[in-house]
T-cell receptor
Framework: AQSVSQHNHHVILSEAASLELGCNYS??????LFWYVQYPGQHLQLLLKYFSGDPLVKGIKGFEAEFIKSKFSFNLRKPSVQWSDTAEYFCAVNTINTGGFKTIFGAGTRLFVKA | DTEVTQTPKHLVMGMTNKKSLKCEQHMGHRAMYWYKQKAKKPPELMFVYSYEKLSINESVPSRFSPECPNSSLLNLHLHALQPEDSALYLC????????????????FGPGTRLTVL
């Protein structure tokens, strides 16, 4: 079955610490990969995405992610987090199927950054 | 305008009621989606419309009935729901919905919080 795993459900960091959130998916076909973020009181929005080309992609607010095809992974990184990065982060995978594609979300990681 | 709007924000309904959720976007997107999100869980895909045609139905019970009257509007008709259907219902849209459209990000609305008594 197609699935997306996020390894950390809750992460607490101090400001200026580095962040890495893991994401692995299970699907043998073509995928397109996304990280979405939900800030407190706001709706889901795109952080970054990968569909082809350079496997290291950069997104908004200093976030980046690396697609490693052999490991079925798409980990999110930020060298130095800020208090304003406190949010829930979802990895999502679009798997191409007959008739279109399906979007599968990981369980999410709640990040709390201490000021 | 990069906004997806959803109405109502909150809805409380009994198990015998009929109600509808509404979603609207004016970005010219040709794909629209309904998701269900329970507390502390990720969004789960329910339906996908591509070019106003239903392309994906994730085995959703028939008490949920989607409708796409035009490319900007998406409705979800609710009838005879159960208490376990209480959740946040999210609408999203993206530029395309067919295979090649999988590379496009989805724009999400704020959701309708549904409570079934």
């Amino acid at each position: 079955a197609q699935s997306v795993s996020q390894h950390n459900h809750h992460v607490i960091l101090s400001e200026a610490a580095s962040l890495e959130l893991g994401c692995n998916y299970s699907y043998g076909g073509t995928v397109n990969l996304f990280w979405y973020v939900q800030y407190p009181g706001q709706h889901l929005q795109l952080l970054l995405k990968y569909f082809s080309g350079d496997p290291l992609v950069k997104g908004i607010k200093g976030f980046e992610a690396e697609f490693i095809k052999s490991k079925f992974s798409f980990n999110l990184r930020k060298p130095s987090v800020q208090w304003s990065d406190t949010a829930e982060y979802f990895c999502a995978v679009n798997t191409i199927n007959t008739g279109g594609f399906k979007t599968i979300f990981g369980a999410g990681t709640r990040l709390f950054v201490k000021a | 305008d990069t906004e997806v709007t959803q109405t109502p924000k909150h809805l409380v309904m009994g198990m015998t009621n009929k109600k509808s959720l509404k979603c609207e976007q004016h970005m010219g997107h040709r794909a629209m989606y309904w998701y269900k999100q329970k507390a502390k869980k990720p969004p789960e895909l329910m339906f996908v419309y591509s070019y106003e045609k239903l392309s994906i139905n994730e085995s959703v019970p028939s008490r949920f009935s989607p409708e796409c009257p035009n490319s900007s509007l998406l409705n979800l008709h609710l009838h005879a729901l159960q208490p376990e259907d209480s959740a946040l219902y999210l609408c999203a849209s993206s530029q395309e919905g067919l295979g090649s459209g999988s590379r496009y990000e989805q724009f999400f609305g704020p959701g309708t919080r549904l409570t079934v008594l």
